[in-house]
């Protein structure tokens, strides 16, 4: 009985390998060279339904962005594998079957899951009900497939569901009320860069105040001439410092590099990243050259740049690389606070509210005056920048904003 079992099992997939030889696995791709794993924030085409090369076939979410992944060749979604909203998708897991036109179709479902893992339908229904991943589970039927019994003695579903039993029959008193967010790949892959960089590089700090009253009616003047052209337009604060960010970096180059272990990277150009709050975590989108280009252009695309970044739609090449990083918290009248380094970078640069501040003033009648000041943080990693390298950096980027003409010059 068990033979002839084995050997209907065999005939099937000798028929199903013969008529279906044009079926292929479709793969989580690797959206990046540090991309390991990635989620399905959804699918644009249906199970059945025919794609052209350059259709979007889903969107996959990468721990810094929604990116849409588009069909290379002409084909049929015959299978999908791992449904919207899957997370933790390892690079290079099955995540569909593709067909083309013509294959037969009547099997599929059989043919997706008996190419990796053979399982009964009541064995795959009762798993799929009960959240058990079949790879978990070790078949007893024939060949090693997974019957319906292997399910229902699956020991660690049975250890959660008596945890989960024990939980929820505790007193209601002995928890206060929560709630729980789950983890997405942007917030896992910021919490594990962020504490690695924090152990691992010797992190320094040095503070300046610089007075902001030229750089204010510079931009002031420029705003009124751009609202003349562009109502649209207008130049922030951020976009002076992240002007004076890389004509800084290009007096003292050492801070524009990066510890790559056996040697230290100096960059020639200042593509500076910029982090930008959204609502799944902190991304840098990189305005890139940022010493050839103008406070206009710099604005235009830094603006750009933030709103893709909010909407989750960057490409990877707008958030990757990148020589420097500047976090801007003065928007939400934050006055001082010291920000992580991004390896392989070297520095981060952290800016702080410009608020009006009284300041000694011998040459006026009452002493003192009121200025607009400005406090930033340079976080640097001692490996590659020396104090006195950060020192001399911080003196180049105050004196340009101080004077902020100089940028013309």
């Known amino acids: 009985?068990?033979?002839?079992?084995?050997?209907?099992?065999?005939?099937?997939?000798?028929?199903?390998?013969?008529?279906?030889?044009?079926?292929?696995?479709?793969?989580?791709?690797?959206?990046?060279?540090?991309?390991?794993?990635?989620?399905?924030?959804?699918?644009?085409?249906?199970?059945?339904?025919?794609?052209?090369?350059?259709?979007?076939?889903?969107?996959?979410?990468?721990?810094?962005?929604?990116?849409?992944?588009?069909?290379?060749?002409?084909g049929i979604l015959a299978k999908i594998i791992a449904p919207d909203g899957s997370k933790n998708v390892a690079v290079g897991s099955p995540i569909a079957i593709m067909a083309e036109e013509g294959d037969?179709?009547?099997?599929?479902?059989?043919?997706?899951?008996?190419?990796?893992i053979f399982a009964s339908p009541i064995a795959k229904k009762i798993a799929l009900e009960r959240g058990i991943p079949l790879?978990?589970?070790?078949?007893?039927?024939?060949?090693?497939?997974?019957?319906?019994?292997?399910?229902?003695?699956?020991?660690?579903?049975?250890?959660?569901?008596?945890?989960?039993?024990?939980?929820?029959?505790?007193p209601a008193t002995s928890l206060p009320e929560y709630t729980d967010t789950p983890v997405t790949n942007m917030r896992r892959v910021i919490g594990s860069r962020l504490t690695q960089s924090k152990q691992e590089l010797p992190h320094y700090y040095l503070t300046v105040q610089i007075n902001m009253d030229?750089?204010?009616?510079?931009?002031?003047?420029?705003?009124?001439?751009?609202?003349?052209?562009?109502?649209?337009?207008?130049?922030?604060?951020?976009?002076?410092?992240?002007?004076?960010?890389?004509?800084?970096?290009n007096d003292v180059p050492e801070a524009n590099s990066a510890w790559l272990g056996e040697v230290i990277r100096q960059y020639k150009k200042a593509d500076i990243s910029v982090a930008?709050?959204?609502?799944?975590?902190?991304?840098?989108?990189?305005?890139?050259?940022?010493?050839?280009?103008?406070?206009?252009?710099?604005?235009?695309?830094?603006?750009?740049?933030?709103?893709?970044?909010?909407d989750g739609k960057l490409a990877p090449q707008e958030y990757q690389g990148g020589t420097f990083t500047v976090s801007n918290l003065g928007?939400?009248?934050?006055?001082?606070?010291?920000?992580?380094?991004?390896?392989?970078?070297?520095?981060?640069?952290?800016?702080?509210?410009?608020?009006?501040?009284?300041?000694?003033?011998?040459?006026?009648?009452?002493g003192f005056k009121t200025v607009n000041m400005m406090k930033v943080t340079l976080s640097s990693d001692h490996r590659t920048v020396d104090g006195a390298v950060g020192a001399r950096w911080m003196t180049a980027f105050k004196g340009y904003l101080e004077n902020p003409l100089t940028f013309m010059l």
């Open 1 to 74: 009985m068990a033979s002839s079992s084995i050997t209907r099992v065999l005939s099937r997939q000798m028929h199903m390998s013969a008529r279906r030889h044009a079926l292929s696995k479709f793969s989580m791709p690797a959206m990046s060279p540090t991309m390991t794993e990635g989620g399905i924030a959804s699918w644009k085409k249906a199970e059945g339904e025919t794609f052209t090369a350059g259709d979007v076939l889903l969107e996959i979410e990468t721990d810094k962005a929604t990116i849409d992944v588009e069909a290379q060749d002409d």
């Open 104 to 116: 037969d179709l009547s099997g599929k479902p059989e043919l997706v899951k008996g190419e990796r």
């Open 135 to 170: 790879a978990q589970v070790k078949g007893t039927g024939p060949e090693g497939r997974i019957i319906r019994d292997d399910i229902e003695k699956f020991q660690p579903f049975a250890a959660a569901a008596s945890a989960v039993a024990a939980t929820s029959s505790a």
């Open 214 to 249: 030229k750089t204010m009616k510079l931009r002031e003047v420029f705003n009124k001439t751009l609202g003349e052209k562009d109502k649209a337009a207008k130049l922030s604060v951020n976009d002076f410092i992240l002007k004076a960010v890389a004509c800084a970096l």
């Open 276 to 310: 930008v709050a959204t609502p799944t975590g902190l991304i840098t989108p990189i305005v890139k050259d940022v010493g050839s280009k103008g406070l206009a252009t710099i604005s235009s695309e830094a603006k750009a740049l933030a709103k893709k970044a909010r």
């Open 331 to 366: 928007m939400y009248d934050i006055e001082h606070f010291t920000a992580i380094i991004n390896p392989p970078q070297s520095c981060i640069l952290a800016v702080g509210t410009t608020k009006p501040t009284i300041v000694p003033a011998p040459e006026e009648e009452r």
